[in-house]
């Protein structure tokens, strides 16, 4: 049986707007902290008491300049780390030139997941149920 608490254990959440000021505080809080992207993880986690909560939790998604699905004839397909579920699933170049990944990322999980879940998380994570990771290679 899994215990599930009503809150999250405590922690100080941090949430960077530039890619500078959140190395600056993975430099402060080294060992000390946990980063997130998504969260969808590592959040459940905590609530389940899974694994030790972390003083700090450092939100990437405030930081606009890594949110991003790309695509240019040189360098083929570009995810940056903050990019959802969803977003690669919306993406009309995913839809036209990637179908395998377009079709893993309308399966996974429920819609709050991809609205908040990342492409990039979901392969961190190294679970085996990592369904992006079969779409990438």
């Known amino acids: 049986m899994v215990t599930f608490y009503r809150r999250l254990p405590k922690f100080e959440y941090l949430r960077p707007s530039t890619i500078d000021e959140a190395l600056s505080l993975l430099s402060q809080y080294r060992g000390r902290a946990k980063v997130i992207a998504g969260g969808t993880d590592i959040l459940p986690k905590l609530k389940r008491r899974e694994i030790k909560a972390p003083e700090y939790i450092i939100d990437l998604k405030g930081i606009p300049d890594l949110d991003y699905v790309r695509y240019d004839e ?43 879940g990342t492409i990039a998380g979901n392969i961190c994570n190294a679970v085996p149920s990592a369904d992006a990771a079969p779409a990438l290679l």
């Open 74 to 116: 040189v360098g083929g397909l570009s995810l940056g780390p903050l990019a959802t579920i969803h977003a690669v699933e919306a993406s009309p170049m995913v839809q036209d030139k990637f179908g395998v990944l377009y079709q893993a990322a309308e399966s996974m999980a429920s819609t709050q997941v991809r609205n908040r």
